[in-house]
């Protein structure tokens, strides 16, 4: 095995394991979180802070692993979802920024996908099954809950009346307000990527 494909299998199974402990604990949080009981803005929790702190080592390792291996785009998810889990210890948004752990739902289904594909498994029943999920759970977690919840975010940090317009300075509601935008902009444009690629693999063309 070449050293990038090492690399890649790598970067694979860290994402995958990444995935299985980020999404069903942000998800455990996000639904057992009293909004009338907890400051859902400056708020701060040791076991969600801790569940952050493994999110953003794995952040910043991907960014630099995509910057060396994958790709601007690729580079660009890592770094700003790395920035964006720094700010959660000031702490800022902790709560709230638990519905954008939760996309991680759908990564399982993508690092499977791939796997099947370098195991000769392309285009097999086990991986159309496993498309029906991943297509699924993007569409749900990243596309629908993703812009439900990054339009929540934005519209909180410059609600003319909340207490984020009077304490928060403008470059931080700027970044979350790009960052959101720029990581819904990239989820929708990797899944036309992902419909072409099931295409691909499953509907055949007529001669």
Same mark, same amino acid.
């Given at each position: 095995?070449?050293?990038? !494909?090492?690399?890649? $299998?790598?970067?694979?199974?860290?994402?995958?394991?990444?995935?299985?402990?980020?999404?069903?604990?942000?998800?455990?949080?996000?639904?057992?979180?009293?909004?009338?009981?907890?400051?859902?803005?400056?708020?701060?929790?040791?076991?969600?802070?801790?569940?952050?702190?493994? +999110?953003?080592?794995?952040?910043?390792?991907?960014?630099?692993?995509?910057?060396?291996?994958?790709?601007?785009?690729?580079?660009?998810?890592?770094? /700003?979802?790395? &920035?964006?889990?720094?700010?959660?210890?000031?702490?800022?948004?902790?709560?709230?920024?638990?519905?954008?752990? &939760? $996309?991680?739902? +759908?990564?399982?289904?993508?690092?499977?996908?791939?796997?099947?594909? !370098?195991?000769?498994?392309?285009? +097999?029943?086990?991986?159309?099954?496993?498309? /029906?999920?991943?297509?699924?759970?993007?569409?749900?977690?990243?596309?629908?809950?993703?812009?439900?919840?990054?339009?929540?975010?934005?519209?909180?940090? $410059?609600?003319?009346?909340?207490?984020?317009?009077?304490?928060?300075?403008?470059?931080?509601?700027?970044?979350?307000?790009?960052?959101?935008?720029?990581?819904?902009?990239?989820?929708?444009?990797?899944?036309?990527?992902? &419909?072409?690629?099931?295409?691909?693999?499953?509907? !055949?063309?007529? &001669?």
């Amino acid at each position: 095995m070449s050293a990038l !494909k090492r690399v890649q $299998w790598d970067m694979h199974v860290v994402s995958l394991v990444h995935s299985l402990i980020v999404a069903p604990t942000a998800l455990y949080f996000w639904m057992t979180t009293d909004p009338q009981k907890t400051d859902m803005v400056f708020g701060y929790d040791y076991y969600v802070g801790q569940l952050y702190g493994i +999110s953003y080592g794995y952040f910043v390792w991907d960014s630099i692993q995509s910057l060396r291996y994958e790709g601007l785009q690729f580079f660009v998810h890592g770094f /700003v979802a790395s &920035i964006a889990n720094t700010f959660v210890w000031h702490p800022f948004l902790m709560f709230d920024g638990l519905g954008v752990l &939760i $996309w991680e739902a +759908s990564t399982p289904f993508l690092n499977i996908h791939w796997f099947m594909d !370098k195991l000769g498994m392309t285009g +097999s029943k086990a991986q159309l099954i496993n498309a /029906v999920f991943l297509l699924s759970s993007y569409v749900s977690m990243r596309l629908v809950l993703g812009v439900y919840i990054s339009y929540s975010m934005i519209h909180t940090l $410059w609600e003319p009346s909340s207490a984020i317009e009077r304490t928060v300075p403008f470059l931080w509601k700027f970044f979350y307000t790009a960052g959101l935008i720029t990581l819904n902009a990239l989820n929708y444009f990797w899944f036309s990527k992902m &419909i072409q690629a099931v295409r691909k693999r499953f509907v !055949k063309e007529k &001669i």
